[in-house]
Nanobody
């Protein structure tokens, strides 16, 4: 089985920074796209940032210039550096990845989520 485990969430004041990490474990042949989503109370889950296996990135307009997604392919990890945090960034952040097993079949995996709370 494949698991994604996030870490790094917490409480921070507005203007501060946090770094989220997500590690994939299990029997993995290849990790394709890796993404960070977030879901605030009463809102739909939204894509925050995405990174391909080649390192190409994409960001939601609301976080451009403040958040940076990166990955370590050798370790099967993805990171989200969040700077200049705002109260509206408060949400549960989820790691998501498209992972191929040894059979070559890809599937979509999610982490359990990590809470980020930004106090104003």
């Amino acid at each position: 089985q494949v698991h994604l485990v996030e870490s790094g969430g917490g409480l921070v004041q507005a203007g501060g920074s946090l770094r989220l990490s997500c590690a994939a474990s299990g029997i993995i042949f290849r990790i394709n796209n890796m993404n960070w989503y977030r879901q605030a109370p009463g809102k739909q889950r939204e894509l925050v940032a995405a990174i391909t296996s080649a390192g190409n990135t994409n960001y939601a307009d609301s976080v451009k210039g403040r958040f940076t997604i990166s990955r370590d392919n050798a370790k099967g990890m993805v990171f989200l550096q969040m700077n200049s945090l705002k109260a509206e960034d408060t949400a549960v952040y989820y790691c998501n990845a498209d992972i191929a097993s040894l059979s070559g079949i890809s599937d979509d995996y999610w982490g359990q989520g990590t809470q980020v709370t930004v106090s104003s």
